[in-house]
């Protein structure tokens, strides 16, 4: 809502010398949200008077007609001598007064007017328009102010209104009544103990009943209704001047007298009005709801099929409004109407905002609507246009009027409050007192009920104060929200984090010590995400959850997986340069769950819900578990002075994620697979035994050619994903080894197996042969070579055995070798190179 | 080897002879202080202290003299001999001195030579900017609480009191997931961290501290202010006896051990469905803490010149959430609050635009590190 100052001060005399900025903060303090004080026209400056147009002489020649005018400008020249003032306008003639910018005058946008040169003429100054200066939008031709309304040489600042300050307020849902200068005025009031004159109080013009025959078939929707009429209006009566500057400071466009005045009482009162060409109306008026299949084609040339929870209004010809939202155009005010009929109703909020978002119709009208509107006000407000309508386009106020008062169900509700609940609210000692005096400066009436509570009735214009809560805000924020002390919260002892949320923080200190960057990207991916990983028709990952507004096209979906977003950062820094990349995302994917209902169901909301209504609701979700993903390119050890570089590959990508299950003390067992988007051959499964099974945790390794292409990734890209969940599932606390001080004995031992024999198998079958006295097995070497044959590998392990108690014999440790080739033989068919 | 004479004068024995034992210990001590290396030194103790050298040799003799004249001569060589190891002991101790000192210089490297072998990472600020902001909370006693990202209409709308078509619920622009088989599925991206308060609320005993950091989402296209994906700290407490004034106590030492002490906190009134009365926060500016408002010549660029930095809205528990969570408003109040991450890192480190949060650059994350 934008709020003059001036206009403001119509209604409350703020103390001399307030600022805009003064009024803006102790509106703040109130609770109003003033973002910005707009000082309109600051940038207009120097001598901008009213003139008098004495002879216009026709300029030809050019390429469009031009005049040469010698205007009367008082004294506002210094002179008093006539002003020659070149102007390209037509709309005007001798003896018409104008505004003139005159030499050393500066208009918006650091248009400085000095005497100068065009066509021909020296031109010493500027006839202006609206436009030029800013009042409105106007490209019709120059200001012509009414004859007799100023004087040749008069100042225009004061007469246009060419500096204000407004007010720009985002006012709350709640505060409604603060979509109207009423309204704000009302908080300025208060905030300066000033007295409030209310513009809405003024006598009805004529009599109540016997005005344009209405009914209002269903009060719920429509709790009051007023319709008042003038006849014999001018159609082409011009808007005054000061409405038109008025309208456009609030943010209005000018339309015509009938329109413009329906909206500056509007801004003034908050209650919206409509005004329809009587002549055009069919018979009595309904107000009623909508029947399936009606139509109505709206002010904007739409036609609309009307839901049956859309109030209408309508006459014998049916729908002529969609009430609260927007008229319709069969019975707009045009150009001919010589008989104005005015509306101003209170329809039913939840209805005129279900009409807005269906219809996709946000209007002043229905902003207001929506919020709430004075339930007492519409009398008022029709009075009040129908006077501005007869008085400014010459017509005669009907002498009766229509109001139709559906019942107790729209005035405001008693509350009843303990006297003392803002104090326990805020942790204040406001005393009852100071409470019923902040109520009853917000307008509230309070009767004192027993010793302790008080009967709070809101006043009309305030629908949110409904519940004992709202009491309190509406007087904590009278006593100054600035009133408050401090006193620090006693919380019981808390357990601090839980294991999961220290392991997150565990292992993005891994990653990151490791080399790692953390990215936190969007969630969205799109179809070409999943195409791109090869990620097959069945894949679980190809049942992504869809937004109903996505904000791209192309990136409709919730991911499945983290790499997209991994994949798409990586490209990212490729581009800017950076060639050997690490990045890592710990982050949630959704994977909607198999049977869960299409519509989560709503649960009450004037009671908890029962844990059976708690699951049901649980199961609509979609599973959201937690991944840790990671993606490396180039080099994973950049060259250096000391050695060469190191490329990122597939084992950089399992080792990854045997980082991140080391800080869960969970074991990873490792498996080759073929799984999208991995290359097929250089793919691993990572596992972890939970409770004895093995789940599948994750992937790891280089990714497929095809995803490479398709993303534009490095060569050689290798990604890993893992389920931190399950890992979390996996980890087991530490316990204490047993620290042997007896001493090692090394045992290098070269094992031949054929290809498809993995190393793991290998491992974990020396591990079984050697037993208890085993240390450690560490693969230090792999070799494949003519000397063994095709299909053949050597892989050499150095084994470490040590006893606990006793220094190992050579018999010992030469059987526990043996015993373990013996069993890498068995299960692997390893053969001891000789 | 001579056989033992007993009729020679011991002074005729010419290598015991004072003279000639000082003699060879005099070109001993000579030859030992002219050694230049470690390779001569050894040469020297072989020429004058080895088993074949003048004093060693002269040593011998000493048998051959007569027993009253031994004691005497054996004193003479054998000081020298003393007098001559020493030498040989001292020069060596110098000579190694020399020879390491020359040694180490040699081995000197150029420690100025970089270091480094893996890339340096590091953790997202937004990260660790969260874990900062909840580990002020964690500690003052409260825990964790969280709640999933794709959630229920009725938790993150309806049970916070934002009635279904009320103005407030499009106040925040939510993105709607769809239902598998077209249309509304009643579930969002929560559009805040607040549905967590119900959660909360349900699923933990009375009374209630906690705090839950989390994404949250909003259908604004990327700016320099705005991103889709963001992050919030929700606070949450409910217990008896719970005032305004604890929740002001907690937003103070929040903004205390976040940006410092002596920061002013202002609370103005606002609205939210989910609290009644409700607030927004603005704490003093920690950079310029006023001084640049109406001083065009001391400009400040984290407050703009506006001397207040807003980080965040909070109010009272709206007792009808509490009771869409099942407590009983009678015994119990509590008050709430959501605070910006991406503001606090905005502030806290002078991070200008929005974009270098979101693109994932890493020369942004790794300029952050391991913790805020």
Redesign the interface.
Known sequence: MRVPVSWLKEYTDLPEGTTAQDLAARLIALGLEVETVDAVGADISGPIAVGRVLEIEELTGFKKPIRYCRVDVGRANGTGEPQHIVCGARNFGEGDLVVTALPGAELPGGFAISARKTYGKVSEGMICSASELELWEDHTGIIVLPAGSAEPGDDAYGLLGLREDVLDIAVTPDRGYALSVRGVAREAATAYGTAFRDPAEVEPAGTRGGGYPASVADPAVCSRYVLHGVTGFDPEAPTPLWMKRRLALTGVRSVSLAVDVTNYVMMELGQPLHAWDRAALQGPIEVRLARSGEKLETLDHVTRALDPDDILITDESGPINLAGVMGGLSTEIGLSSTDVLVEAAQFAETHIARASRRHQLSSESSRRFERGVDSAVQPAAATRAVRLLAELGGGTVDPHYTDIAGGAAAGPRPIAIAGDHPDRVAGVDYGRERVIAALEQVGCTVEQGDAQTLRVTPPTWRPDLTDPNDLAEEVVRIEGYDTIPSIPPRAPAGRGLTPSQRLRRSIGRRLAATGFAEVLSYPFMGERDLDGLQIEGDDPRRDALRLANPLSEDEPLLRTTLLPGLLKTLVRNVGRGFSDVALYEIGLVYRPRPGAPDHAPMLPVDRGPSPQEQETLARALPDQPRRVGAVLAGDREPATWQRRGSPANWADAIETAREAARSANAELIVRSAQHAPWHPGRCAALYVRVDGEERLAGHAGELHPRTVAAYGLPQRTAAVEIDLDVVEAAGEPVRAPLVSGYPVALQDVALVVEDGVSAAEVEDALRAGAGELLEDVRLFDVYTGEQLGAGRRSLAYALRFRAPDRTLAAEEIAAARDSAVAAAAERTGAVLRG | MSAPNNSFDPVEVTPLHPDEVARMRDEALTAIAGAATLEELKEVRLAHAGDRSPLALANREIGALPPSARADAGKRVGGARREVGEALKQRQAELEEERDARVLVEEAVDVT??T?????????P??TVA?RMTDIF?G?????AEG????????NF??L?F??????R??QDT???????G?????V?RTHTSPVQVRAL?QRDL?V?VVAPG?TFR?D?LDATHT??FHQLEGL?VDEG?????????I??FVENMFGSGLN???????F?FT????EVDMECFVCRGASVGNPAQPCRTCSSEGWIEIGGCG?V???VL?????DTDRY?GWAFGLGVERTLMFARGVEDMRD???????F??AF??EF
Do not use: C
């Not at chain 2, 003052?140 to 964790?144: L, S």
């Not at chain 2, 009635?163 to 407030?168: E, F, I, Q, T």
């Open positions: 030579l970089p480094g072998r893996l890339p340096q990472g590091g953790r997202h937004v990260t874990e964690v003052m006693g409260f825990e964790v999933p990202e794709v959630e229920a209409e009725w938790y309806d049970a009191n009635l279904p078509d009320h103005p407030a499009t106040m993105f709607f997931v769809e239902s598998p088989a249309g509304a599925s009643g579930l991206l349900l009374p501290y994404k259908t296209e889709p994906v407490v719970i005032t305004m004034a604890h929740l002001r106590g907690a103070d030492a906190t202002r609370f103005r009134p606002s609205y469905p009644e009365p409700s607030a009272v709206n007792p009808r009771t869409a969570a099942g407590v109040s949060m979101v693109e994932g650059d890493v020369r994350t790794s590190g391991m």
